[in-house]
């Protein structure tokens, strides 16, 4: 099975750091497309963005940026200011070509404390 | 538009008994998946369907069926509920225009068999 790894389990940051969360895939596809999705303490997961492989450049959407290296296979995702807020568990995901289904990692839970 | 439903939201069930989780998206989508999460994993992928009539299995799928009568409805059961069956499921749609791919989660319907 091509892996989704999120290796931090758990981060804790002090609010208005800066914090990654890292995320490294496995992928035998030309073509693939990775995803972020954020679960908030309520349980609802939350798309946050999707990234074609053949699109390299980062992507800044407000205090999220996005960081893809095709190089190392891995999609980073960056906070930056946090807030406590942004407390929630990230999902990175893959998408799988043949079943059109996501193959998600296995979370990293962000605690931004006061 | 309500996106993505699931009913019910939380279900206690004794083992060996049986239930259907629905789950209705009105974003006219052709995908529709059903997930499970588990503590400390990502979700994993139980049942999907590519259209009307269609399913398929995904990674986890033995004690479950699904079923795809209307486009807009992916019905899960589990026919003789079991302790491990006890999670949180999620369902999802997507669509193959726009943002083709992109999945779309219902809240979730957290389920616990005694």
């Known amino acids: 099975a091509q892996k989704v790894t999120q290796a931090q389990t758990e981060i804790s940051v002090v609010e208005k750091e800066d914090v990654t969360l890292d995320c490294v895939y496995e992928t035998r596809d030309t073509t693939y497309y990775l995803f972020w999705y954020k679960q908030p303490p309520s349980g609802e997961l939350v798309f946050l963005i999707r990234r074609n492989s053949f699109d390299e450049q980062n992507e800044i959407s407000g205090r999220y940026s996005w960081n893809f290296q095709k190089s190392t296979s891995s999609f980073n995702f960056t906070i930056t200011a946090s807030q406590v807020v942004d407390s929630a568990v990230y999902f990175c995901a893959r998408l799988d070509t043949g079943r059109r289904a996501l193959t998600f990692g296995s979370g990293t839970r962000l605690q931004v404390q006061p | 538009n309500a996106g993505v439903t699931q009913t019910p939201k939380f279900r206690v069930l004794k083992t060996g008994q049986s239930m259907t989780l629905l789950c209705a998206q009105d974003?006219?989508?052709?995908?529709m998946y059903w997930y499970r999460q588990d503590p400390g994993m990502g979700l994993r992928l139980i049942h999907y369907?590519?259209?009307?009539?269609?399913?398929a299995k995904g990674e986890v799928p033995d004690g479950y069926n699904v079923s795809r009568l209307k486009k807009q409805n992916f019905l899960l059961g589990l026919e003789s509920a079991a302790p491990s069956q006890t999670s949180v499921y999620f369902c999802?749609?997507?669509?193959?225009?726009?943002?083709?791919?992109?999945?779309?989660f219902g809240p979730g319907t957290r389920l616990t068999v005694l």
């Open positions: 974003m006219n989508h052709e995908y």
């Open positions: 369907s590519v259209g009307e009539g269609t399913t």
């Open positions: 999802a749609s997507a669509g193959t225009s726009g943002d083709t791919d992109t999945q779309y």
